[in-house]
């Protein structure tokens, strides 16, 4: 009786499996409300550092609490979990892509506890990423837990990046989007309504938690024509600065891997840099909240040319941190950086036409963040929906639509790749639901070879292979040495002229007809390489050797129909 009802035996929760979505919208709500203590969890632990560390922000040595952190955080990862550092959301979209959404139960702390001391210390990064690795984490293993396929698997990881980000802006709306467009690529209903349920969730446990509060409820939105006309220009800026920062992030990772040292002194390193930098621009620390709502609400004070400034070393700063084995995201340093570039271009726009009546300068700043966040994620919506729910308005519905669409096409077209995922398509790594590659992913070449093929020896004469071919249905005949290793294929289009020809049936030997040349496949060749190979060079069928021994044949009849079944499979 106790094996029959165990937690761990398979069969277990049969009534909920009967209906996928059901097990799917149950184990959601689940996922959601873990990972939104996650990042609640994360939230917090940063206010208490960072409130913690700014009654030392006067003295001399505070440039060295960024060294301190990174060089911790770096130690952390690399030592102790031996995890290595990144930014979090790639590794998510790569476990998507290739594992089905298979990812490590230490993921679910190690980005907590890394980017809460790169943070906290005063890194420039952002706690977004991180909290997002943690859910997804959270909802793979959770998936693992109860025995869940692949497919539901991936839905397990939306719904814990769904509900994280959900949980840390109090915008459920904006974590199902963020994961739609960002984290799995595909809009399924499969997909749609578990993460939807578990965004929901995330934000409902953090408005039980603290409250259910709007960051910026209390702006005036109300823009007209003219403003809608300088959203254009705005959305340009926003674009460039978001190209900018792709590019800086990208070559800082680069420079960084000149300097030949262990990796939490290289972190040490940019962490200093950036404690350095924050002596003359305080903004740059931490992830930069306090600097978004002084700017929202109008009550930051500086110049037109401190702003441009900032916006500037607030890039330079996370491009350090990030770049030199920090730990954390680009979440926060986007909006960051977007409100100071919306702000900029709002007092640019006062001084050169001072008689036209702009909108407040904090609804710039919302744009300039909508923009930034559409431009470097190049996810429109999520910029859009982001902002929206932060302020608790859709007046500035549409110079956010615009905004957003414009910077994203802008973007797009000199970084065809967002920056999560540009390192992924370089590799080749990313595979998006529904594409040829990723459907193929799910083949080997193992489950698809065909057996049917006569084996022939090479020293058989021409009169026995005859015989061999009068019982065969097959065009194509693999030829073995006498230690039985691979020697190569007779093509039975090749050997037409010799069949009417009595004389060369006992003058001829296969070694003298074999093709050694042959194209071969090994059993972990990528089968999207394999058909790549097929056309390239107008084949049909291949061999399949392995430890130099024929093990098979596979054909492109074969892969195309299953691939058929796959597909068919993947988007039901």
Known sequence: ????????????????????????????????????????????????????????????WVFILPAIGAALSSFFLNYVLKEGAGHGVPEVIYSVSRYGGLIRLRSSFSRLVSSCLTIGFGGSAGPEAPVVMSGAAIGSNIANFFYLNDRQRVTLVGCGAAGAIAAIFNAPIAGMIFTMEVILGEWSMVNIIPIAIASVAGA???????????????????????????CFGLAAVTA????????????????????????????????????????????????GYHAIEAMVQGTFKAGLLVVAVAAFA????????????????????????????????????????PEIAWVNEGCFALLGMAGMISGILQAPLTGIFLIVEITGSSEVMLPLIAVSS??????????????????????GQLLRPGTDERVLTDLSVAELLEFDCVVIKKNMMFREFIEVVKSSKRNYYPVENEDGS??????????????????????????????????VVNYTDDLSEVLKTMDNNGLYSMPVVSNNRFAGMISKATILDHYRKELKVQTT
């Open 486 to 519: 691979f020697a190569g294929i007779v093509y039975f289009d090749e050997i037409r002229p010799y069949l009417f020809d009595t004389l060369m049936y006992d003058a001829i030997i296969i070694e003298q007809i074999v093709d050694d040349k042959v194209r």
């Open 314 to 353: 607030k890039i330079l700063a996370t491009s350090l941190t990030l770049g030199w084995g920090g730990s954390g995201g680009i979440f926060a340093p986007c909006l960051v950086i977007g409100s100071f570039t919306g702000l900029a271009f709002h007092r640019l726009l006062v001084i050169v036409f």
């Open 204 to 230: 409902e446990t953090s408005r039980l938690l603290v409250g259910n509060y709007i960051k910026f409820s209390h702006l005036t939105l109300n823009t007209n024509f003219i403003d809608m006309v300088a």
């Open 240 to 287: 460039i600065v978001s190209i900018l920062m792709t590019r800086m992030l990208r070559n800082m990772h680069h420079v960084s891997e000149k300097v030949k040292t262990k990796p939490w002194i290289r972190a040490a390193m940019g962490g200093c840099l950036v404690g350095l930098l924050g002596f003359q621009v305080p903004e740059v620390l931490g992830e």
């Open 406 to 427: 414009i910077s994203t096409t802008l973007c797009h077209y000199f970084e065809p790749a967002s920056f999560y995922v540009k390192d992924l398509v370089e590799k």
């Open 1 to 60: 009786m106790r094996k029959l009802f165990s937690l761990r035996s398979p069969s277990r929760w049969f009534f909920f499996r009967a209906d996928d979505r059901l097990l799917l919208i149950l184990m959601g709500i689940i996922v959601g409300i873990c990972s939104g203590l996650a990042a609640l969890a994360l939230s917090y632990s940063l206010e208490t550092l960072l409130e913690f560390f700014h009654h030392y922000s006067q003295h001399w």
